[in-house]
């Protein structure tokens, strides 16, 4: 029987840095081989901003947990997202570290609380 578990890590801009690039939170969580990720939530303690059209998703390991979305409407207030390509689960086939990736433009601000639900 699978036991449901929330890995919660927190990226804050003013200790992890914005650049374009992945970027691999201090409080960051490794998720076990084997881990089948259900939701990721998010809770906003201070917006993405950016000078540019920054994007930014999430990842564990070198799997997309989450799509690209826009940093201005990305992770905005308390709310859940949409695994990466609309999938219904995703399968941690080897053992990752959480992160976000920031991609087309770096980030100058935010900090963000992100839940991932797994069971295993």
């Known amino acids: 029987m699978a036991t449901k578990r929330v890995a919660t890590f927190v990226y804050d801009f003013a200790v992890d840095g914005g650049a374009i690039s992945t970027i691999t939170p201090a409080s ?3 998720l076990p081989k084997g881990a089948m990720v259900r939701s990721i ?11 540019g059209s920054a994007t930014v998703r999430v990842k564990c390991g070198s799997i997309n947990l989450t799509d690209a979305l826009a940093y201005n409407t990305a992770f905005t207030g308390a ?30 601000a935010g900090k963000v609380v992100f839940y991932v639900e797994y069971d295993i």
Do not use: M, R, Y
Request: proline residues 2%.
């Open 79 to 108: 709310d859940t997202h949409a695994l990466a390509s609309s999938a219904e689960s995703i399968d941690i086939t080897t053992a990752g570290e959480l992160s976000i990736a920031v991609a087309a433009a770096a980030l100058t």
């Open 28 to 30: 960051t969580k490794t």
């Open 41 to 51: 939530a998010s809770d906003e303690q201070t917006p993405f901003t950016s000078g």
